[in-house]
C-alpha cells in the first residue's frame, strides 16, 4: 500500500504539482498573445476568442470523470497519460498553422489538463499522512496562486522576445520532465473498486457543464436575453436536473453527491464558491486596468503582479503549517477576513493611484488568499474517507470552474452596466476632460471600483460558511449510506 508511507512523500508531491502548475498557468500565459495569434494566423476577434473557451469548455467537461477513471485505472497511471496528452496538446499548439488546427489542438491540451488538477488532489490525499495533510495541501496550493500571478509576465517576455508559439512550446520539455519523476516518485495506489462506468452520469454532467459554461462565457457579450444564451441555460438546467436525479438514485453514481452529507465538505464547497466567484474576476480585471486605462506594458504589468505571487508563495506553507497545528476553525475566517478587507481597499482605485499602493494592496489579498483558500479545500476534504477522495475532488474542482465562470460573467455583467451609468454621470456633470477617451477611462475605474465592491462583500459573505469548518479525519471507511454496493 502506498499511503503515507514513510517521509518520501514531499519528492512525490512536488513530482505532482509539475502537471498542476502547468495546467493553471496555460489558461493564463494564453491571453497576452492573443494579438500576435490573431495577426499571424488571419484570425477574427470572434475566432481567436475559441481559443480560449473551447480550453476552458472542454477542462470543465472532462472533470466528473477523472474520479472514476482514477479508480479504473489508477491514480498514478491516470496522471501520467493525463500529462502525456496535455504535452502532446501543447506541442500541436505550437505547431499549429491556422485557427482552426489551434482550437482543435487547444481541446487536446485541455482533455489532459481537466483530469490534472482532481487526480493531483486525490494522490496528495492517499501519499501524505493526515497529521502532515495541511503543509502538503499548502504547497500545492502555490500552483494555484502562484502560476496566474506569473502566466502575464511570462507570456509577455515570450511574445516580446521569443515567439508565440513558445507559450506551448515551453510545456513540453517540462512536461516530460514531469512524468519522468513522476514514474520515478510517485508510488502506485492501492486499486479502489470503481464500479460499473455511469454512462448517464457522464453524458448529462458533461453536456450540463458544456451548455452552462458556454452560456457564462458568452453571455456578457451576447447578452442574457439572448435567443441562443437563454437556450443554453434552459439545456444547462435541464441536464443537470437530470444528472443530479439520477445520481442520487443510481448505485454506483459517478459523482456521490451523498458527500454533502458531511457539514464540513458542504461549508467547505460553498466558501470555495463565494471566494472564488470574486477572485478570478478580480485577477481578470486589474491586468486590464494596468494595461489598458493606466497604459502599462504586459511585460511591466507582469513583474507588477509578481510581488503577491511571492506573498503567496510565502503564506501557502506558512497556512499548511498552522492548518495542522490548529486546523481551520480560526484561520480559515482570519484569511477570509483579510481578503474582504484588502479587496475593499480597490474600491479605491483611482487613474492617479500610486503604483506602490496598488502592489501593497495586491500582497495583502495575495497573504488573505494563502491563508484561506487551500486551508478550507482541505478542511473540504479531510471529512471524506480515503476511498471517497477521488470523486470528492472531482467534485470540488467542478464547484472552482463553474464559480470561476460564473464570476467573470456576473461581474463582466455589472461592469458593463456601471461603465454605461458612470458614463452618463460624469458627461451630465461636465466632470473631467471632456475628451472621450478620457471620460471613458475615468468611467471604466470608478465601475471597476463599483465591482470591487461587490467583490468585497462576496468574500465578507465567505466568513459564514468559514466558521463552521472543522478538520476531519478522512482515513476512515465511508460509513454505510455512502459506502459503494
Known amino acids: 500500500m502506498a499511503e503515507r508511507r ?6 512525490a508531491v512536488l513530482a505532482a504539482m509539475i502537471g498542476a502548475f502547468m495546467v493553471i498557468l496555460d489558461s493564463t500565459i494564453v491571453n497576452v498573445a492573443l494579438p500576435t495569434m490573431m495577426r499571424e494566423l488571419g484570425a477574427a476577434t470572434d475566432e481567436i476568442e475559441w481559443v480560449l473557451t473551447i480550453y476552458m469548455l472542454v ?25 502525456l496528452v496535455f504535452v502532446a496538446g501543447s506541442a500541436l499548439c505550437g505547431l499549429a498553422w491556422s485557427t482552426g488546427a489551434m482550437v482543435a489542438f487547444r ?36 500552483a494555484m496562486l502562484v502560476a496566474p500571478a506569473i502566466g502575464p509576465t511570462l507570456g509577455g517576455y515570450l511574445v516580446e522576445y521569443v515567439s508565440w508559439r513558445w507559450i ?86 459517478l459523482l456521490d453527491l451523498r458527500l454533502f452529507t458531511y457539514p464540513t465538505f458542504t461549508l467547505g464547497n460553498l466558501h470555495i464558491a463565494l471566494i472564488t466567484t470574486g477572485l478570478f474576476a478580480a485577477l481578470f480585471y486589474l491586468p486590464v486596468f494596468l494595461q489598458d486605462v493606466r497604459g502599462i506594458g504586459a511585460l511591466d ?23 495542522d497545528w490548529a486546523g481551520p476553525r480560526a484561520l480559515v475566517p482570519a484569511g477570509t477576513l483579510l481578503l474582504a478587507a484588502s479587496t475593499y481597499l480597490f474600491h479605491r482605485l483611482a487613474l492617479d493611484t500610486p503604483l506602490g ?33 477521488g470523486r470528492a475532488s472531482a467534485i470540488t474542482n467542478i464547484v472552482n470552474r463553474v464559480s470561476a465562470s460564473f464570476g467573470i460573467a456576473l461581474l463582466t455583467n455589472l461592469l458593463q452596466g456601471r461603465v454605461a451609468v458612470w458614463r452618463g454621470r460624469l458627461a451630465a456633470s461636465g466632470a473631467g476632460a471632456p475628451a472621450p477617451v478620457a471620460l471613458g477611462r475615468e468611467a471604466f475605474t470608478r465601475a471597476l471600483d463599483d465591482v470591487f465592491l461587490v467583490m468585497a462583500l462576496l468574500m465578507l459573505l465567505a466568513v459564514i460558511p468559514a466558521v463552521g469548518l472543522r478538520k476531519g479525519d478522512g482515513g476512515r471507511r465511508a460509513p454505510a449510506h455512502l459506502a459503494a454496493d
Open 6 to 11: 514513510g517521509g518520501a512523500w514531499g519528492v
Open 301 to 323: 504589468t507582469g513583474l507588477l503582479l509578481l510581488p503577491p505571487a511571492v506573498a503567496s508563495a510565502v503564506m501557502m506553507p506558512v497556512a499548511g503549517r498552522l492548518y
Open 168 to 253: 506551448f512550446t515551453i510545456n513540453v520539455p517540462v512536461g516530460i520532465a514531469g512524468v519522468a519523476l513522476s514514474l520515478l516518485f510517485i508510488p502506485e495506489f492501492e486499486q479502489v473498486a470503481a464500479g460499473r462506468f455511469d454512462g448517464w452520469g457522464a453524458l448529462t454532467a458533461g453536456a450540463g457543464l458544456f451548455f452552462l459554461l458556454y452560456a457564462l462565457a458568452e453571455g456578457p457579450a451576447a447578452g442574457w436575453t439572448a435567443g441562443p444564451i437563454l437556450a443554453m441555460l434552459a439545456l444547462a438546467f435541464v441536464s443537470l436536473a437530470i444528472f443530479v436525479w439520477h445520481e442520487l438514485r443510481t448505485p454506483e453514481p
Open 59 to 83: 477542462l470543465g467537461v472532462v472533470v466528473p470523470m477523472s474520479g472514476w477513471l482514477g479508480d479504473f485505472l489508477g491514480y498514478r497511471r491516470l496522471y501520467v497519460l493525463s500529462l
Open 357 to 389: 499602493a496598488i502592489v501593497w494592496w495586491s500582497v495583502l489579498r495575495s497573504a488573505g488568499m494563502g491563508l484561506t483558500m487551500m486551508p478550507a479545500q482541505t478542511a473540504a476534504l479531510s471529512v471524506v474517507p480515503t476511498e471517497k477522495i
Open 107 to 142: 481541446a487536446v491540451q485541455a482533455a489532459g489538463g481537466g483530469m490534472i488538477m482532481p487526480v493531483t488532489m486525490a494522490m496528495i490525499y492517499r501519499l501524505v499522512p493526515r497529521e502532515r495533510i495541511g503543509s502538503a495541501m499548502g504547497t500545492f496550493g502555490l
